[in-house]
């Protein structure tokens, strides 16, 4: 992974745990409604279409050039990403384990965090923003003493890509390729450096949940959020998809480059994207980490092939 000069925002590799490992996890917290949350999912005809770019805001080093034409099959893919009503009902349903509760510990905003708790826990030095909070995971976000109470649909974070395959495969999906997930996120429109064009406030309107002010040290939340939004906020893009740019990072399928099989892709950018720093939260912008790093802005969507119906 590179510096914060470059991918800012993004999780640092979570490999070692800075503390001891936790215990087994509790039972998964049963969230208001009772069923599995928004699951709409969005067929899409597939055939060619321009991905990546050359844009002057990009990133030639992260891969997103040059644009090429690609053509994908085609797919059903979620609108939204999978919720914590969703990923609780999976949980109840299988005793998964997340690579978090696993691990005993995941990465976690350091502005989320108590003070006392900010100072006991580790921080990486190349990117100081975040901790290290022992006991944080997808059912605790800002680890001990924080709960899921108002954000069944908000979007599950601190999932491992790990976390995320085993999620589809219990519901007979997948995780979508870049390919897919970007041709998805551009929703009809090529060469356009956003789901809905290329101003990221058009009229002054914001249409996606980013960092709004100055990273990282003040977040004005303008744009309605600080940390997660519900996975149904801000307007759908043409194809339907809600929050593609922004809110949290969204696991794909690939590999971060060939013969890098335990590093994985990501797209979309998340609410800690900011353009003095990470401005990914354009529709060909990449990252990835290793397949059991998690954190607070990172989740996923499901896809399913449409010869099958399944993943």
């Known amino acids: 992974m590179s510096g914060p000069d470059t991918r800012a925002c993004c999780l640092p590799t979570a490999k070692r745990s800075p503390g001891p490992e936790t215990g087994a996890p509790a039972p998964p917290p049963r969230l208001p409604g009772g069923g599995a949350g928004p699951d709409a999912a969005v067929v899409l005809p597939g055939g060619e279409f321009l ?12 891969g997103e050039g040059p644009v090429r ?5 085609p797919f059903r893919i979620d609108a939204y990403a999978v919720t914590n009503r969703r990923f609780a009902a999976f949980v109840e349903a299988t005793g998964h384990v997340s690579d978090a509760e696993r ?33 944080a995971s997808w059912r605790r976000p ?3 003493g924080s709960s899921l109470d108002g954000r ?7 999932v491992s890509w790990n976390d995320a395959r085993a999620f589809c495969r219990w519901a007979g999906a997948r995780l979508p390729s870049e390919a897919e997930w970007e041709y998805a996120a551009r929703g009809g429109l090529e060469g356009r450096r956003y789901p809905w064009g290329d101003e990221l406030d058009p009229g002054g309107e914001y249409r996606c949940n980013i960092w709004r002010g100055r ?3 003040r977040n004005t939340a303008a744009d309605g959020y600080r940390g997660t939004a519900p996975v149904d906020a801000f307007r759908p893009n043409g194809f339907g998809l809600y929050n593609v740019s922004g809110n949290v990072w969204e696991w794909c399928a690939d590999a971060w480059t060939d013969g890098a099989a335990e590093i994985k892709a990501m797209r ?23 397949r059991d790093a998690s954190g607070g ?10 010869d099958t119906g399944r993943g």
């Not at 991905?51 to 992260?62: A, K, L, N, S, V």
């Not at 005993?104 to 708790?117: D, I, K, Q, T």
């Not at 069944?152 to 601190?158: G, K, W």
């Not at 802005?297 to 449409?306: S, V």
């Open 51 to 62: 991905m990546g770019t050359d844009d002057r805001e990009g990133f030639p080093e992260d």
């Open 69 to 73: 034409r690609v053509r994908v099959e």
């Open 103 to 135: 691990i005993g510990w995941s990465y976690v905003f350091a502005g989320f965090l108590p003070a006392e708790l900010r100072r006991a826990s580790p921080r990486p030095e190349r990117t100081p923003w975040w901790c290290g909070v022992s006991g």
């Open 142 to 144: 800002e680890g001990p």
């Open 152 to 158: 069944a649909d908000h979007p599950v974070v601190h």
């Open 215 to 217: 990273f990282p040290t």
């Open 268 to 290: 979309g950018g998340s609410y800690l994207c900011h353009d003095s720093y990470c401005n990914r939260y354009r529709v060909a912008a990449r990252t990835a980490n290793d």
């Open 297 to 306: 802005n990172t989740g996923f969507r499901c896809a399913w092939d449409l």
